[in-house]
């Protein structure tokens, strides 16, 4: 593999490629904006026994069409599986579908990963695990898992659902087989946008939001704890009502 040392913005980006492997790569850093690991408009790609110590992001995914003759009902990212990746960072998010994505997205599983250490600090919306919708637009992702993720320490939460700057809908995703030794709150709902965006907009931007089996330190929440402030963060109280705990 390739080990980078300090890079000065984002570190290792492959774009607009098809049916890839990437393993056995480290990224060392310490930079705002250096993130670590990123499948832009990648599709059939995997990445798998990673290590990212990062300023910024940890391991992502992006949709940016920016390779050009892309429309907006066919997704530039499909089909990505990130495996047996760990991650140390500072700033932002560790693992997720993050922030600069215009295009549609189809397939990503984050397995058997894990978050050494988190501190997420930019943002009390940012996450160990992190699905933000930004940048205006329509894009439509779906299908997208978190499974088999061990977090062992987070300041922030352990995962966010966020939407920013007007972007599209999401539905589809599965957060399963989480286990979190520590964080400041386990899941995270908001909505920055401006407009707000009323609460039957939202569900319709939102579909079939499934956590299964998260335990938060120590305790498998269910449905009865979305009230709870110890385990839950909403934008707004009706937020709890995106999710289902199983």
């Keep these: 593999g390739i080990t980078t040392i300090n ?17 056995w790569n480290v990224m060392l850093g310490y930079r705002n904006y250096s993130d670590g ?12 026994y990673m290590f990212a110590r990062t300023g910024d992001d940890g ?37 997720g579908v993050i922030y600069e994505n215009y295009k549609p997205i189809d397939g990503v599983i984050f397995r058997d990963c894990s978050v050494g250490f988190s ?33 062992f320490e987070c300041y922030k939460n352990a995962f966010t659902l ?4 007007q972007g599209g809908s999401v539905e589809n995703v599965l957060v399963k087989d989480v ?3 520590n964080a400041g709150a386990a899941i995270r709902v908001n909505v920055d946008t ?29 449905e009865e704890d979305k009230e709870s402030a110890l385990y839950f ?6 937020y709890k009502d995106l999710f289902t705990m199983k």
């Design 7 to 23: 890079s000065n913005h984002w570190t290792f980006r492959i774009g607009a490629c098809e049916d890839i492997l990437a393993e």
């Design 37 to 48: 690991f990123i499948y832009s408009d990648c599709v059939r790609a995997t990445a798998r």
């Design 59 to 95: 391991i992502e995914v992006k949709a940016l069409g920016s390779y050009g003759g892309y429309k907006d009902t066919i997704p530039v990212a499909k089909e990505v599986l990130f495996e047996k990746c760990t991650v140390w960072n500072d700033a932002a998010p560790a693992f």
């Design 119 to 151: 501190t997420c600090s930019w943002s009390p919306n940012n996450s160990a695990l992190n699905i933000r919708l930004a940048y205006p637009g329509t894009a439509h992702w779906k299908n997208i898992t978190f499974d088999g993720i061990e977090i």
């Design 162 to 165: 966020e939407w920013n700057l």
């Design 179 to 181: 286990t979190v030794r």
């Design 194 to 222: 401006n407009p707000i965006l009323p609460y039957d907009s939202l569900t319709q931007l939102c579909k079939n939001f499934v956590f299964e089996n998260f335990t938060f330190a120590g305790t498998k929440l269910t």
């Design 233 to 238: 963060s909403y934008g707004q109280p009706t």
